[in-house]
């Protein structure tokens, strides 16, 4: 089984619609974040968290908001749904040092 | 101005050469340097990972930190069809350990 497990792998959605992406990880680890990317723009941090009870904004929050279940699940939605938020969405996962995070097969998500 | 600037590429070499990839940076306070590597569709994984100067060898691979430049390098040797894939680095400081990314570099070793 693969470290970390993002669903679904594709979704199509129309503008205005709610939409959740999740993540669960097997490594253990307390970190966890969710990343956008685009061509040309490398990765993008969306949302993080530290631990359960710990959860911060990245660079790009507006228009995301995020939930930690619990140290393994971290979900990411969408509350209504733009275009511009077509990409490929990344969960990852670190230690606290971040010397290697590990990641999702990705999401890509495309809004219509 | 960006915190760390990649050359997106592509970049396409024939098979057996030697290949560069590069980032600069800006902020003095990076001690962490990584090299990540991405296959279509895939998500990133890291190939390298080195702290503060210096060289690091694993393999056909070779990363380079020059904090002076604030330059980092990733080089690869007899290059292979296989290592046809986006490169990203990414660097931290100490302070946070907030993991800032370059754009990433699409490299295409033709056979």
């Known amino acids: 089984d693969a470290d970390v497990t993002q669903t679904p792998r594709n979704r199509i959605t129309k503008t205005g619609k709610r939409i959740m992406l999740e993540c669960s990880q097997t490594?253990?680890?307390?970190?966890m974040y969710w990343y956008r990317q685009d061509p040309g723009l490398g990765l993008r941090l969306i949302y993080y968290s530290f631990d359960v009870k710990d959860i911060n904004k990245g660079e790009i929050s507006d228009g995301y908001s995020v939930s930690r279940q619990a140290q393994a699940k971290f979900s990411l939605s969408l509350e209504s749904a733009i275009p511009n938020q077509t990409a490929l969405y990344f969960c990852a996962t670190s230690d606290p040092r971040q010397t290697e995070a590990f990641f999702g097969q990705g999401t890509r998500l495309t809004v219509v | 101005q960006k915190e760390v600037e990649q050359d997106p590429g592509p970049l396409s070499v024939p098979e057996g050469a030697i290949v560069s990839l590069n980032c600069t940076y800006s902020?003095?306070?990076?001690?962490?340097f990584m090299w990540y590597r991405q296959y279509s569709r895939k998500g990133p994984e890291l190939l390298m990972y080195t702290y503060s100067s210096g060289n690091k060898e694993d393999g056909r691979f070779t990363a380079q930190v020059d904090k002076s430049s604030k330059y980092i390098s990733l080089f690869i040797r007899d290059s292979q069809p296989s290592d046809s894939a986006t490169y990203l680095c990414a660097m931290s400081a100490t302070s946070n350990y907030q993991l800032i990314w370059g754009a990433g570099t699409k490299l295409i070793i033709k056979p």
């Open positions: 902020n003095s306070a990076f001690q962490y």
């Open positions: 490594k253990g680890h307390d970190r």
